[in-house]
């Protein structure tokens, strides 16, 4: 019986907050030299039905075409998206989709070819991280097929939709988003 305690308690929480990563998720990556090409400037909080968030280079937007040479240049260059210091303050009870360059009034599903993985809360409600915690998505070949069948929208954006209707006290937010490449 104490084996079974041992299980649950210990290896349960971490094979459910696995379980509804993206396969291209990984949870802080080991130590990786990213170069921010764009990202959110501020705070976001996720709400429903969608939270659309304009990634920016510097002061601008980042364009379709920005993003088209540098897949296409030839290099070996992998393209991420980085969410730093997702929190609420209580489990929204509900997974999030994230969705790159959907276009606005589109009702998207998990086989878009807008689609990007899923983004948990599970262990990250209460206190804010502070800055260091973050979930990396590989969205190269994703870039790439939206480049080759003229997908992309005039100015990046991501789009977080909610899998259901999130519990009202959870106030989900995240600290930021970037674009990076590696």
């Not at 308690?9 to 764009?38: E, K, M, W, Y």
């Not at 969608?50 to 980042?62: C, G, K, V, Y």
């Not at 409600?125 to 915690?133: D, E, K, R, W």
């Amino acid at each position: 019986m104490r084996g079974l305690f041992i299980i649950t308690s210990v290896l349960l929480p971490f094979l459910l907050c696995n379980a509804n990563q993206h396969p291209g998720a990984t949870d802080q990556p080991a130590r990786r030299h990213f170069h921010i090409i764009a990202s959110s400037n501020e705070e976001i909080e996720l709400i429903v039905p969608e939270t659309r968030i304009a990634l920016q280079a510097d002061s601008r937007a980042l364009s379709a075409e920005t993003l088209r040479n540098l897949i296409c240049s030839g290099g070996s260059a992998h393209v991420f998206l980085l969410v730093y210091d997702q929190f609420a303050e209580t489990a929204p009870g509900v997974l999030y989709h994230l969705y790159f360059d959907l276009p606005a009034n589109e009702k998207p599903g998990k086989e878009d070819t807008h689609y990007v993985g899923a983004l948990n809360f599970y262990g990250r409600t209460g206190v804010a991280s502070g800055g260091n915690s973050f979930v990396s998505y590989d969205i190269t070949a994703l870039i790439k097929s939206l480049t080759e069948s003229n997908r992309l929208t005039p100015a990046t954006t991501l789009s977080i939709v909610p899998s259901g209707s999130p519990f009202p006290a959870a106030k989900p937010r995240i600290g930021r988003i970037e674009l990076a490449t590696e």
